[in-house]
């Protein structure tokens, strides 16, 4: 059965090999993003069940746009990946040295882009329709250690707080809910470390989890929301 899948952040690193991922499954890919790469770019014209749309997720316009086709459509939405998300190298300090006004913008994209995809898209979600959400083990509360990047944090448990009232209020549409943390990747997000490190994952890597355990959501608990990219349950 062809799928009919969202991703957010499409244009490079996780989201760019979520997208080819379910290319190579046969699915029809509507890819977000806010640069589209050539890399992106040259995927589309290789493949006919892929769209790709510029869009800031920040912006209600930009993504009432970017999803036009995809509600012209009108077809149920299998799996909406948001992806899409923005890091500082500069918050790695204290809250002394911390920009907090750049905070608000980095909340907007992390936590109420997913959001306003969702929104965007919610009479295509249904029974079935899963949401995905790339969160972080640093929104984690209950896991927390860091002494610094206060907004990056933030924002990813915000993202995880709007995910769980999601899938409160998707019960009674049997569509569900589900925040990954992707693992430490290599990608410039990651940052140099992550290309040196054994202990860092390919976005090809986590992509090709993720998609595994989304695809095969059934044998997930519901109450299981909050997990790795290998299924390792994470406190909020
Ligand atoms: N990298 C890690 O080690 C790590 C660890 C934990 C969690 N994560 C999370 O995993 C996700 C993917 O990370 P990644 O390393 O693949 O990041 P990445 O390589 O920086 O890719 C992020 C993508 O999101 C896009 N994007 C950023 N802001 C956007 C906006 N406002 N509207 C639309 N698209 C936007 C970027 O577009 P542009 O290129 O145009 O900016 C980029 O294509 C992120 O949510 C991140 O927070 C990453």
Not at 125 to 131: A, E, M, P, R, S
Not at 153 to 177: P, Q
Request: some cysteine; hydrophobic content about 40%.
């Amino acid at each position: 059965m062809e799928r009919t899948i969202i991703v957010t952040g499409a244009g490079r690193g996780l989201g760019y090999s979520i997208a080819r991922k379910h290319l190579d499954m046969g699915d029809r890919v509507y890819a977000i993003d806010y640069n589209l790469t050539d890399e992106l770019r040259s995927l589309a014209e290789a493949s006919e069940k892929l769209s790709i749309y510029q869009c800031d997720i920040g912006s209600t316009e930009s993504v009432a746009e970017a999803v036009k086709d995809v509600l012209a459509a009108g077809r149920q939405l299998n799996i909406i990946y948001n992806v899409a998300g923005i890091y500082r190298f500069e918050d790695k300090t204290g809250l002394e040295h911390t920009d907090l006004d750049a905070g608000l913008h980095m909340f907007n994209v992390n936590a109420l882009g997913a959001l306003r995809i969702c929104k965007a898209v919610w009479p295509l979600i249904q029974k079935g329709t899963l949401v995905v959400n790339i969160s972080s083990e640093a929104g984690s509360i209950g896991g927390s250690r860091r002494k610094q990047e206060y907004c990056y944090c933030m924002s990813k448990a915000a993202l995880n707080m709007g995910a769980k009232i999601l899938s409160n209020e998707l019960w009674d549409r049997s569509a569900r809910v589900i925040n990954f943390h992707p693992g430490w990747l290599r990608t410039p997000m990651g940052g140099p470390g992550a290309f040196a490190s054994k202990h860092s994952v390919s976005p090809d890597e986590s992509a090709e989890n993720i998609v595994n355990i989304a695809v095969n959501i059934d044998e997930v608990p519901r109450d299981q929301m909050f997990m790795t990219h290998t299924g390792d349950i994470l406190p909020w």
